[in-house]
């Protein structure tokens, strides 16, 4: 199969496929009312997975030895650049409604949400894409990841959305509308970066910085602050699980 076809069928899922839990969240909430914290667990676990016994190690591998510097430096670039892309949203917001309470459910929210999504979606094809020019299973082992990360992203954002008063056909249309943008992201990567094969492996630690910023500043912050003794245990089961199936799908695909 083409390599293309890979990255577009990977974006897919990434992305698009990806929308399957806000779809739920939109019609059959009551199904999985209570259980996202077990998909942010599990995806918190698949991110750091990724990036710690698959893209590291994948970009160390193809980087020569007096760039092992450069390498990390692009991890540490990509935990700084999503803490500053976090910090110009949350920014961005509090000085269009300076106070939360009184503004919770303004106009400019919904904008600035969709724009954060749109911009991470795009982010996200770039990962996809460039993980696939490095080879074949780091892509699928990626992909893997930002779709299970997708899944309690994107319900979180119908959830937002909704709470704003947002009809139900127009958050589809918008997540979906946000989606394709990591379409852009990808052809765009594919593209380029087929002329510039040495900057794949610091785009891939880049990536790899980017899994860990989230995992390690949304996603476990966010099973922190929802600690419940009862379902501590199966939490962290969940975690652990997300370990297992990026370790389970680095021995099947390399």
């Known amino acids: ?18 929308l399957i839990g806000g779809v739920f969240l939109l019609w059959k909430a009551d199904l999985i009312e209570g259980k996202t914290h077990f998909l942010v667990a599990f995806a918190a676990g698949a991110m750091l997975a990724a990036s710690f016994l698959d893209l590291l190690p994948e970009g160390f591998k193809e980087a020569k030895s007096e760039e092992f510097m450069p390498i990390s430096a692009a991890v540490l670039f990509g935990v700084v650049t999503f803490f500053f892309l976090e910090r110009f949203i949350a920014w961005f917001h509090h000085h269009a409604c300076p106070d939360r309470e009184e503004c919770e459910g303004s106009a400019p929210t919904i904008p600035l949400l969709v724009i954060g999504d749109s911009l991470h979606n795009f982010l996200d094809g770039i990962v996809i ?33 909704l709470h704003l008063k947002m009809q139900k056909i127009n958050v589809l249309f918008v997540n979906l509308l946000s989606a394709f943008f990591a379409f852009l992201g990808a052809f765009l990567a594919f593209f380029f970066l087929n ?47 997300g370990i297992l199936v990026i370790i389970l799908a680095i021995r099947v695909f390399a």
Not at 132 to 159: D, Q, T
Request: hydrophobic share 60%; proline share 5%; glycine share 6%.
């Open 1 to 18: 199969m083409p390599l293309l076809i890979w990255v577009i069928t990977f974006t897919f899922l990434g992305s698009v496929a990806s």
């Open 195 to 241: 002329n510039l094969k040495f900057l794949i492996p610091f785009l891939v630690a880049f990536a790899a910085g980017n899994f860990i910023y989230i995992a390690a500043s949304d996603l476990i912050p966010e099973l922190h602050r929802s600690f419940k003794r009862q379902i501590a245990v199966s939490q962290s089961l969940s975690f652990l699980l």
């Open 129 to 161: 894409a460039s993980s696939f020019l490095l080879s074949l299973p780091v892509g699928i082992v990626a992909s893997i990841a930002v779709f299970f990360h997708e899944i309690p992203h994107e319900m979180g954002n119908f959830g937002v959305l």
